[in-house]
């Protein structure tokens, strides 16, 4: 049997297992899949590659690979929060916070926030995790005025709420989404494959009176998620075609 042959039934067995498993149930290692079927670890890799493309499985960095989860859309100019985003969907969110200090706002950032350049703004970088799985990896600024009324309980919940209680609930945002290849950073905290595709969006929100309350650059798992939005035909002389 040649060995195209043989990954192809290496992916057959893969998929049986996927079908009859849940999300996040760990699969053979690739050596465990050399041994059984008797191949070269680059035909078990070639077979579990292909069921990466088919979007079935996914590998995690240093941890194995596992049934792929169900990707989690996002709709466009939504604006949900992380947190009420998986709530809605019956996941369980968590996360892990990375850095949360004061610094000086960088150009982009300060223009965004009504800033100006170098003023002092609170950075917050954490995971954000669904039902366990990490899917972003989200780097915060907000300004000190808005971040003096968050409190150190606030950091691993949604910050919507926390502006909310805090009297400015958001209202609008302005964001901007694209894809690139992840970096060693974010192949770290997000469990990642190197050469893995990430989507990064940058969003400013503000609250109804136009307060700017945080520019946050948010990166997602491409595997793990994807973003949806509602099209229109364009009004042509007060009419649609």
């Known amino acids: 049997m040649t060995s195209q042959a043989i990954y192809l039934d290496i992916a057959a067995y893969l998929r049986d297992l996927v079908a009859r498993g849940q999300p996040g149930d760990l699969l053979p290692s690739d050596a465990e899949l050399c041994e059984r079927f008797d191949v070269s670890r680059m035909t078990a890799r070639q077979a579990v590659q292909l069921l990466v493309h088919e979007h079935l499985v ?26 009420e985003s998986m709530r809605q969907r019956g996941l369980t969110t968590t996360s892990v916070i990375l850095e949360w200090r004061r610094t000086s706002a960088p150009e982009e ?3 965004a926030l009504g800033l100006d350049q170098g003023d002092p703004v609170q950075v917050l970088e954490r995971v954000r995790l669904a039902d366990g799985v990490p899917m972003a990896l989200e780097r915060a600024l907000i ?48 469990e990642l494959e190197p050469l893995s595709v990430v989507l990064t969006e940058e969003r400013t929100i503000y609250d109804e ?3 700017a309350l945080e520019n946050t650059a948010t990166t997602y798992a ?3 998620y994807s973003f949806t939005a509602m099209l229109f035909p364009a009004k042509r002389d007060g009419g649609t075609r």
């Open 58 to 83: 996914e590998r995690r960095r240093g941890l194995g690979t596992f049934i792929a989860t169900r990707r989690i859309p996002r709709a466009l100019g939504s604006p949900l929060s992380f947190t």
């Open 209 to 211: 009176s136009g307060v």
């Open 222 to 224: 491409a595997d793990r």
């Open 109 to 111: 950032a300060a223009e």
């Open 143 to 190: 300004p000190t005025a808005i971040a003096d009324l968050i409190g150190d309980d606030d950091l691993k919940g949604s910050l919507h709420d926390s502006f909310t209680r805090a009297g400015h609930p958001p209202s609008r945002a302005a964001a901007e989404v694209s894809a690139r290849l992840s970096t060693e950073y974010e192949q770290e905290h997000l």
